[in-house]
């Protein structure tokens, strides 16, 4: 009850915001939302017989409020909506009066309101659902009764002021009079004039702004300035065609944002103010509000299409002209680009002028009144009127209250609020105010902000981006329809161009994990992709954005946009391998002087587009050839790599580089920056090696996994694996001789089948080779031999993890930079899992699958787990994590094989290997092995364990067990009242 309860509430509220949106209106997607939604409450009241409460949507009275409202496109689809839920039910079908009455109100807009077809439609399919005639439905005659209650409420509301205005002006008490107007006439005057808001008609004509003045002088041709400059009519014709789009298309979204700016600041300023005696601030919150809002409704509303139609416009001009159609996309895209926010700015102007003069027209008497009062009879003016209608919930705060001594200092900060409303993309998180004081004074002056000789204002209009998609931008909701690869690539042009403007604008150092998911540059890049997934011919769509995406990418100059332009690299060639294979390639081998650029070579070595080999056998090859830009690079992109740790490699990675770098100083031509770049590498190399053996002969506690007594002797990290010696040095000095050697014998050939496996050349014929020389010289058939090689290969593992992260701590304590991380410090453990695979897809004689390896593998892991957590309790936290990191991978090992069709790992077999690792988890259970709980759940939660294992009849007794072995050990804590915020954690985790 209390989900349901908090889903309903949701829903609710979902419901809510998208009703009272005024962008519900314009946008199909957000009225799709709604029906949705309305669907969904349907489902989840109406057809379980459960009602919806007048208090939370009163239907009827909806569909009145759209009719006076001219919101009827949202209010009756969000109401078929529900309504069709109720033939599914057994009480709310057809008779029920409560959906009769609601019907009889569709049956009367049917019939009276004029809808539009597809009202009409949405009102017909729910009538068929309901299995209902709606000719035979009667009407009712709710709605000329609502407008006229309107009407009376708004009559009554008015002569209700002017009787109270007269009493108190009657009256003799010191108060009482001094809320008086004045006289009869100025309280009705005040009460007609705040009751009147009406939507201005405008034309082109109408528009005040010299629009072709400013265009020259602040229009921008970045993208068409050799074509103007060799054609200098065709500016003038862009000038004229651009003044032509603006007079057609912003008259009607200026009007439509002053009616909504004024109607809003009436009747906020109205309340807010009725115990303001002070006309000035009266006035300036009006003025400041109304303009705050016009300018920046205005330039919401006319940007999409202002930014489709000027394209469209400059496409068709410039191909009528003989330029090329793929040359025409691209100028029509970058002249709309630079000019989109120019002619924004030229509605934001318009829009705050119209509604500074109109709020002052309506709320002249309010001032007169205040003034008036004031002069005549010495007296503040108070609205007691309205003062006295205002009312409060029971738990409202009374500093939030209205009172009859003005507003305080914090209720007007609220106002001068407004004047930072951003109306450009530049001005979100710059601080820079979408309409300041100046603006304002400006603006009252007769001069648009930023519309002068001045570099302010919007001098940023050419370099601002657009922040909604376009209306050819690709909805994510939209996935009907495909395009060819000319239409994706047009509409491809439009998404960069604007993305590329907000990754321009963004600070240098913003990366794309720090944006939240709904933001702008997220929404056009998953455009993008979506794009690409609906043409016709992907592989060519693919390869035509890929083309373009490295254009991009190595012209940017954030880091935003190299991150994103690389993701998005990425994605195309993962779509299509054949993209994949030829932007690689390009990649790798290209001898292009745009690829000398360090950050978007590192993102692309980062993000595996380019191999570390591939990059260190290109500047190898660039730096013999000896160009002084190519050894720039090298040098730079080493030292980036290198030095600041931006590639996850090591000096041996570029071993090729280096060479090369050693032979041009050898050779004396090489420039001072080279000669430095070697000596800090070997200083660093040097410093490294001195950290590793001060490390190696102080004292050590001992390590978090403690297999024998003595076990705190460590290694230097001087090489990528550590020396099999060392790690012998592990084994417990009670240990016999034999086993000793025994042991080291066997990590030893871990060790050497780890170097093998983490070499780029090694291929799946040399691992094969090198497991059937395991298999010959250990007789893992055996399982007292297959018992201790697999200890020895986890107390191996383990020890790796320990030192590495020692190592890696010590060098940070004493200043020096992190050694190799958690990444390196897995290396043995991943080595190990993959031997393991290797071990049983050969099988016992190298011809078919066993599972011994795999079984003996868990039961050592299971052995060292329960090992070090009885004997090492405290240290027990610190070594989970390569614990997971063996047990997981083995999921993630045996899966990619599955995935990949491998001829060992049926699905049999696979359920098999997810059977014994359920088998380990069990002996694992929190109520034997309680801090290995939180790395239990999260295995047994793991996308390919648990859903596996219910796949199939026999398993489902060993993942019921599993259940209940966490519920066992939850269930003592819970009975005695101990929660503690971990076994909360643990019970939502199971949840």
Not at 158 to 172: F, T, Y
Not at 254 to 282: L, M, Y
Not at 818 to 842: C, F, M, R, S
Request: one cysteine or more; proline letters at 5%.
């Amino acid at each position: 009850p209390v989900l349901a309860k908090c889903i309903l509430r949701e829903t609710l509220a979902s419901i809510a915001r998208l009703l009272n949106a005024e962008s519900t209106i314009s946008s199909s997607r957000d009225r799709g939302y709604l029906k949705n939604l309305g669907a969904w409450l349907g489902g989840i009241t109406l057809a379980r017989n459960q009602p919806i409460l007048r208090e939370n949507i009163s239907f009827k009275e909806l569909l009145c409020e759209g009719f006076s409202g001219n919101r009827l496109i949202v209010a009756i689809p969000f109401v078929c909506k529900v309504l069709e839920q109720a033939a599914r039910s057994t009480i709310f079908h057809p008779p029920n009066p409560w959906l009769m009455s609601i019907m009889a109100v569709l049956s009367e807009l049917y019939a009276t309101a004029n809808l539009k077809l597809n009202l009409t439609f949405e009102i017909e399919v729910l009538c068929k659902a309901l299995d209902l005639d709606v000719k035979e439905i009667a009407p009712t005659s709710i709605l000329g009764s609502y407008l006229a209650r309107g009407a009376v409420d708004a009559l009554g509301s008015e002569l209700s002021q002017v009787s109270l205005g007269a009493n108190g002006a009657g009256n003799g008490h010191s108060n009482v009079t001094s809320t008086g107007i004045g006289s009869l006439g100025e309280c009705v005057g005040t009460a007609l004039a705040a009751s009147v808001v009406q939507m201005p008609v405008l034309s082109g004509a109408d528009i005040s702004v010299d629009i072709l003045a400013v265009l020259t002088q602040h229009a921008s041709f970045q993208a068409a300035e050799s074509l103007f400059a060799q054609q200098p009519a065709m500016k003038k014709m862009f000038y004229m065609l651009t003044e032509r789009m603006i007079r057609e298309i912003i008259p009607i979204h200026v009007a439509r944002s002053i009616f909504v700016a004024v109607s809003c600041t009436r009747d906020t300023v109205q309340k807010d103010f009725c115990g303001e005696p002070n006309e000035e601030h009266v006035h300036r919150a009006a003025q400041v509000m109304a303009r705050g809002l016009a300018g920046a409704l205005a330039v919401s509303l006319c940007r999409e299409q202002l930014k489709s139609k000027l394209y469209l416009t400059m496409r068709e001009f410039l191909i009528g002209h003989s330029v090329p159609e793929q040359s025409a996309n691209t100028i029509a895209v970058g002249l709309v680009a630079d000019n989109l926010d120019l002619a924004c700015a030229i509605a934001e102007k318009e829009s705050i002028e119209r509604a500074s003069q109109q709020i002052d027209l309506i709320l002249n008497d309010l001032y007169l009144a205040r003034k008036r009062t004031r002069e005549r009879t010495g007296q503040p003016f108070y609205d007691i009127a309205r003062y006295s209608r205002l009312a409060y919930p029971a738990d409202f705060p009374d500093v939030l209250k209205v009172r009859l001594n003005g507003l305080q200092p914090g209720h007007l900060r609220i106002y001068e609020g407004f004047t930072q409303i951003p109306h450009f993309f530049s001005q979100i998180g710059s601080g820079t105010p979408g309409l300041s004081t100046s603006a304002t004074s400006a603006s009252s002056a007769g001069v648009a902000p930023g519309i002068s000789g001045s570099s302010s204002g919007l001098a940023h209009a050419s370099s601002e981006p657009a922040i909604a998609s376009s209306e050819f931008v690709t909805s994510a909701s939209d996935t009907s329809g495909k395009f060819n690869s000319a239409q994706c690539f047009e509409r491809f042009a439009a998404i960069i161009a604007d993305l590329d403007k907000i990754v321009s604008n963004a600070g240098p150092n913003v990366t794309l994990s720090q944006l939240p998911s709904q933001h702008d540059a997220c929404l056009y890049a998953r455009d993008i992709i979506i794009l690409a997934v609906r043409s016709v011919s992907p592989d060519e769509t693919a390869m035509d954005f890929a083309q373009a995406l490295v254009n991009y990418l190595y012209r940017s100059d954030t880091r935003l946009g190299i991150d994103l332009y690389v993701l998005l690299l990425a994605r195309m060639c993962e779509m299509s391998p054949r993209v994949g294979k030829e932007v690689t390639s390009w990649l790798a081998f290209a001898d292009d002087e745009r690829k000398h650029n360090v950050p978007a070579t590192v993102a692309l070595i980062n993000e595996g587009l380019v191999a570390i080999e591939d990059e260190d056998d290109h500047l190898s090859r660039l730096v013999e050839a000896n160009r002084s830009t190519a050894i720039e690079f090298a040098a730079r992109f080493l030292r980036k790599a290198l030095l600041d740790g931006a590639v996850p490699s090591d000096i041996q990675s570029f071993a090729k580089t280096i060479q090369a770098f050693v032979k041009l100083v050898h050779s004396g031509r090489a420039p001072s920056f080279v000669t430095q770049l070697l000596e800090d590498i070997q200083a660093a190399q040097q410093q490294q090696q001195q950290q590793q053996r001060s490390i190696s002969q102080a004292p050590k506690s001992p390590p978090a996994y403690q297999p024998s007594p003595d076990t705190s002797q460590s290694r230097p990290l001087s090489e990528a694996l550590p020396n099999p010696t060392t790690i012998s040095a592990r084994a417990s000095s009670a240990e016999p001789a034999g086993r000793s050697q025994e042991t080291a014998s066997y990590q030893h050939i871990l060790l050497n089948w780890t170097r093998v496996y983490n070499h780029p050349a090694a291929g799946e014929a040399e691992l094969t080779t090198l497991v059937h020389q395991l298999q010959q010289q250990v007789p893992l058939q055996d399982t007292a031999v297959a018992a201790a090689f697999f200890r020895a290969c986890v107390e191996a593992s383990m020890s790796f993890y320990d030192q590495t992260t020692m190592a890696s701590r010590q060098s940070l304590r004493e200043g020096g930079s992190a050694l190799p991380g958690a990444a390196a410090g897995y290396q043995v453990a991943d080595a190990l899992v993959k031997l393991v695979i290797y071990l049983t897809k050969l099988g016992r004689n190298g011809d078919k699958a066993d599972l011994l390896p795999m079984r003996m593998f868990l039961s050592s892991v299971v052995l060292a787990i329960v090992h070090t957590h009885s004997n090492n309790p405290e240290l027990f936290g610190a070594c989970q994590r390569p614990f997971f990191r063996l047990l997981c991978s083995v999921l993630h090992e045996s899966n990619a094989a599955y995935q990949s069709e491998e001829t060992w790992c049926t699905d049999e077999r696979l359920h098999a290997i997810t059977g014994l690792l359920g088998e380990t988890l069990l002996l694992l259970s929190p109520a034997f092995v309680p801090g290995f709980s939180f790395v239990w759940l999260m295995l047994v939660s793991h996308r390919h364990f648990f859903p596996r294992l219910v796949e199939k009849k026999e398993t489902w007794s060993l993942a019921a067990s599993l259940l209940e072995n966490q519920l066992a050990f939850l269930y003592p804590f819970i009975a005695s009242g101990q929660i503690s915020e971990s076994l909360k954690l643990l019970y939502r985790g199971m949840v």
